[in-house]
């Protein structure tokens, strides 16, 4: 059994649709006028007159521009100590996932080496896991595109915004566009652009488009994720090779390598369902986990913590209460993931309820006259059979509407993410229930937040990270009337 460390976390964060407040902890010596406060779209820094710099963070998703002249932060004293505290506007009103944006490198503690994972491989396929001749893409069409010796010398993103000007003005009509969309991915290395070329390929009806080409779809998928390790391309093959889509072979091993990359990258999200994958052995269904599994989970969750990530809170929660290796801890662990994320709370309240060790035991004539919070009447209360969940395996029919949203690739680029009241657009997981509600015809559909409460929260498949993945790969000049 793996321990869970005691996590001191120097803030604290909670949203609404619109806006974020964040609640930095302070030393008492500090004072506000010997603050320095930067807040940037993607950043935060704050530096100490004589202390230096006190953090400096990359944050998830962008703010909204603030005046120069605006002041959004302040510093108040509290019982509990001295705090600084940040009221910030969203640039828009889908739900952040964690708070910082921070690279977690290659390091055994946390990662499965590439010889554990061809191990792993291997053993999926002598005990007969779907193989295919293309695993990881090799067998698909290469790409080719003829550039002259000016566009080879411009940047990517230069091209790829050449591209979409071109594609608006023209309808779609022509190849202008599509010829540079190709440049800027081919030889310039424009992430955007192999994504936005993922999407166009593969897309029913796009326009612009001839028709329909599902491997060329991959192979641009395929080289953003292996040849410009981007990390939103790497989540969704970690995610297709979970639940096999575009007839890619389940397989945990694969999975778990790029679920890894994306990781590595910095993303939080992509840490604590890797976290969760190695905790359950996903696909080994005759095998308990490895302790080293184990440890690993406890240490991916706990970096996902630290960069503000309420999932990996509840996870690490949610194992010390179900493993009894502290009470006190797993509930405040708990209680931070409420207040980083509200919609928890409702399951926060029920897991807690289910493992309070204050609770009555259960009536029997030698346990009746005992007082509720007496050691025996505790002890049965956390020896107490607890019901033992699974994450259930996709349907055809779920696993090809799932297919189909990917493929459209979340069209709307905006809005969406966990159904806050008012929010724009709508995602197909209802808030933090994971009522999946089948997309209607025609209706467009803004970003797909797939959160991962697992198990005693309901078990929500694992197809919900791939739509939430899918919607992060639009890029931020989409293209309209996909």
Known sequence: MAQVPDLKLDFTWTQTKDRLEIVYHLADDIKAKDLSVEVAEKTIKVEHSQKGELLSWKLEKPLAKTLPDEVNWTVESKDSGKDLIFDLAKKSPE????????????????????????????????????????????????????????????SGDELFQQGIKVYRESNGSGREWLHLLRVAAIHCGSTNACLQLYRLYSTENARGMEKKEMDVALWFLY?????????????????????????????????????QKSAQGGDAHDMTHLSKMLQRGDFHPNKRPERQFLEKFVSLASEAAQRGAPTALYCLGQYCLEKQIGYKKGVAYLDAAGGMMPELKPYVAEIKNKHDTTAPAPSSPTSASKSPSSPTSASAAEKKPQPKFSAPSATPSGKRELEMVAQKGARGGGGGGLSFPGARGGPLMQGARGQFAAPQSGTKQAGVVGVKFWENVGTFAVTGLLCWTMWRLTPKSDMPGM
């Open 95 to 154: 739900a952040w996932l964690y708070l910082i944006d921070r690279p977690l490198p290659y390091d055994e503690t946390y990662y499965l080496s590439d010889e554990q994972l061809q191990k792993l491989r291997d053993d999926e396929k002598a005990e007969g896991a779907p193989t295919s001749g293309n695993d990881e893409g090799e067998s698909l069409p290469e790409q080719e595109e003829e550039a002259s010796p000016e566009e080879k010398e411009t």
């Open 223 to 259: 080289f953003a994720a292996q040849k410009l390790n981007d990390r939103g391309a790497n989540s969704v093959l970690g995610s297709a090779y979970q639940n096999g889509l575009f007839d890619r072979p389940k397989s945990f091993a694969l999975s778990v390598k790029y679920f």
